[in-house]
T-cell receptor, first 112, second 118 residues
Framework: DQQVKQNSPSLSVQEGRISILNCDYTNSMFDYFLWYKKYPAEGPTFLISISSIKDKNEDGRFTVFLNKSAKHLSLHIVPSQPGDSAVYFCAASGSSNYKLTFGKGTLLTVNP | KAGVTQTPRYLIKTRGQQVTLSCSPISGHRSVSWYQQTPGQGLQFLFEYFSETQRNKGNFPGRFSGRQFSNSRSEMNVSTLELGDSALYLC?????????????????FGPGTRLTVT
């Protein structure tokens, strides 16, 4: 049973436009959410996180939104750049819990 | 600060052999977690160590084991290798942050060890 779902395996956007990556979760015990970016043959790179006590966290071009009632979070990248092309993973954990549960990932392609 | 380092980066083994992978966490990080990434199953949690103690283990057979040393460096071992163990093995060290009184683990990953079992 997949507790963290990224329903879009891929997404293609034009350079300069907004990229929106979505993630849904089923476990109500999750209260900490992270986004990672991964290039082939490399480990995931931490991008941004959000605690369940917030509904928005922003870091430069990256913003994560959390809708607890819908058990949904999204990552917005504005403006998108070709260097953003990678696989993006959503991950979740519970309080004081070091075990991350990952989604299957979304391949983002930003076209020049 | 140096990032998480993993050695070796690539490894080829045959069925039935055993393998040991090594991970050095970011300086000051005491929690080290291991994950397995395969095309079919994605990223799956193997186990986590803190202060030389395994605190949790994922749904993997006993052939998968690990340990942590007093300097926080960690190793994982897979015995009696099977073809299905071919995967990217990732180590992550955690920065523990407190948000609203709750401890959260911000995990930083190493480049991984690509294990191929033939």
């Amino acid at each position: 049973d997949q507790q963290v779902k990224q329903n879009s395996p891929s997404l293609s956007v034009q350079e300069g436009r907004i990229s929106i990556l979505n993630c849904d979760y089923t476990n109500s015990m999750f209260d900490y959410f992270l986004w990672y970016k991964k290039y082939p043959a490399e480990g995931p790179t931490f991008l941004i996180s959000i605690s369940s006590i917030k509904d928005k966290n922003e870091d430069g071009r990256f913003t994560v939104f959390l809708n607890k009632s819908a058990k949904h979070l999204s990552l917005h990248i504005v403006p998108s750049q070709p260097g953003d092309s990678a696989v993006y993973f959503c991950a979740a954990s519970g309080s004081s819990n070091y075990k991350l549960t990952f989604g299957k990932g979304t391949l983002l392609t930003v076209n020049p | 600060k140096a990032g998480v380092t993993q050695t070796p980066r690539y490894l080829i083994k045959t069925r039935g052999q055993q393998v040991t992978l090594s991970c050095s966490p970011i300086s000051g990080h005491r929690s080290v977690s291991w994950y397995q990434q395969t095309p079919g199953q994605g990223l799956q949690f193997l186990f986590e160590y803190f202060s030389e103690t395994q605190r949790n283990k994922g749904n993997f057979p006993g052939r998968f084991s690990g340990r942590q040393f007093s300097n926080s460096r960690s190793e994982m071992n897979v015995s009696t290798l099977e073809l299905g163990d071919s995967a990217l093995y990732l180590c992550a060290s955690s920065l523990i942050i407190s948000v609203g009184g709750t401890l959260l683990y911000e995990q930083y990953f190493g480049p991984g060890t690509r294990l191929t079992v033939t």
